[in-house]
């Protein structure tokens, strides 16, 4: 899922989703008509991310990135990025659309230079564990990576140098953010109970006053508002919306049925606050026709329930303008 100002068409606003029916469709923000549907024939879309100039949109798959122009009715991809032996988890961009950043199963975060005639990465990470998520700093030179084994890796894009924090060994990060001025970086991670952790001596990062068990799945940071927001939805079909000046619940947004004979209407997978800060979207499977793929705390045998562990950042870091 991703939300943007921008133009697909005429419409100022880029309402974007895909999920593992291989199409990525566009909506009508305002009125929740879907206008455009394009098929994603190579596999599932693990993540989304329009580029920053809004030109084009991001699908991320399995093995491969697709780049969809946004301007036009072209149903094909206009630039493929291949290469990458497993799925791709996270994509996102440099402020200033000049690479690009992905992160997957095949325990790599990669560098693509966007302005290339090379498709290929030209930079990467590796890890000692399938990858989960990825952002990137504020300051646009350093890379957030998280990885199924319990690691947060911060990536210095400029020296190449790997610091680590590690709240729960073996507990996997399924979700990371830094909020837009980097006081805060939020992680999800999929245990039940307080982490204790530890941290590289050389880490910037550190515990905030306290382990918060909040949410579970995703996690979105709203960009403009103050005091700052922070938004989690989970298996619970709830979404919620925190106070990050005081880490308390702001409200509670829900998909549950007031029906007691109504089964599950299901996971709550994903949010995302919109452009202009207004309004936050989220996202849900349809009702199943078939069997779908297991969610990976499902697979796994985890418990469903999952801690946000909010970690204040003790140094911005310097600005590096490109890898």
Partial sequence: MNTSPG?????????????????VRFWQAH???????????DSQVNALEITPDRSM??????QHIRMYDLNSNNPNPIISYDGVNKNIASVGFHEDGRWMYTGGEDCTARIWDLRSRNLQCQRIFQVNAPINCVCLHPNQAELIVGDQSGAIHIW??????????IPEPEVSITSAHIDPDASYMAAVNSTVSPCGGCRSARSPLAPA???????WEAIARHPTLAPRLLATCSADQTCKIWRTSNFSLMTELSIRSGNPGESSRGWMWGCAFSGDSQYIVTGKPSPPTSPTPAHPAQASGASLPRLLLLLRLRRPGPAWPAP
Avoid: F, M, W
């Fill in 209 to 215: 006053d306290g382990l918060i068990p909040l949410g």
């Fill in 7 to 23: 133009t697909v068409g005429s419409d100022p606003v880029i309402l974007a989703t895909a999920g593992y029916d291989h199409t």
């Fill in 57 to 62: 949109i991001a699908a991320a798959g399995y």
């Fill in 156 to 165: 210095d894009l400029k020296t190449d140098h790997n610091e680590q924090l």
């Fill in 31 to 41: 009125s929740g008509i879907c206008t455009r549907t394009v098929q994603h024939q």
